[in-house]
């Protein structure tokens, strides 16, 4: 069975940074898309980054880019995103999700939450003003 298990949020002021971490069952990391989204309350969720573990092309949308940064660490099968210059509005339960796709249907899908079959249990990023 597939399993994504977060970690690494909290509580942080505007201007910190904090460092997820998405680790991926050995048998299904390989050569698959995954995965970060995010969801505040009473908004729809977004796709906020995405890597290709089978050759690390990334995508990230437009509000993080320059400002977040996602990773791979390939012997333990885990994904992380780097999350620095935080703002008030990247607040919201942040998702580890993935699918099993070729590297441009991981890009194009980057930001479709109907294309990841998969999904972690969430962790809260909570950053104060």
């Known amino acids: 069975q597939v399993q994504l298990v977060e970690s690494g949020g909290g509580s942080v002021q505007a201007g910190g940074s904090l460092r997820l971490s998405c680790a991926v069952s050995?048998?299904?990391?390989?050569?698959?898309?995954v995965g970060w989204f995010r969801q505040a309350p009473g908004k729809e969720r977004e796709g906020v980054a995405t890597i290709y573990t089978g050759g690390g092309i990334t995508y990230y949308a437009d509000s993080v880019k320059g400002r977040f940064t996602i990773s791979q660490d390939n012997a333990k099968t885990t994904v992380y995103l780097q999350m620095n210059s935080l703002k008030p509005e990247d607040t919201a339960m942040y998702y580890c999700a993935a699918f099993s796709a070729a590297w441009y249907v991981c890009h194009t899908s980057a930001e479709d939450v109907s294309a990841f079959a998969y999904w972690g249990q969430g962790t809260q990023v909570t950053v104060s003003s």
């Open positions: 050995a048998y299904t990391y390989s050569n698959n898309c």
